[in-house]
């Protein structure tokens, strides 16, 4: 699964409940995930800040570090 956050052009944000979502979904069906983040300086509107998906991996509860580690490698190449 590949996420773009923020979005390119709008600068859209993603909540911290939509990457939670999308990454138990991620592990839970025992996807890749590309997080494509290169966009995170254009943000355009204040309501919604940039979260990275790393920081919010680092404090989800999945009972695998092995997963943390995959999926650390995959959105920091």
Avoid at 1 to 22: D, K
Avoid at 23 to 50: H, M, W
Avoid at 59 to 64: E, F, G, I, K, Q
């Amino acid at each position: 699964m590949v996420i773009i956050n923020p979005g390119n052009p709008t600068g859209q944000c993603l909540s911290e409940a939509n990457l939670r979502e999308i990454l138990r979904f991620c592990y839970q069906e025992n996807l890749a995930l590309l997080g494509d983040e290169v966009y995170q300086q254009n943000i355009y509107q204040d309501e919604r800040p940039f979260i990275s998906s790393r920081k919010v991996i680092i404090v989800l509860p999945l009972n695998s570090s092995i997963c943390y580690l995959e999926l650390q490698l995959v959105l920091n190449y």
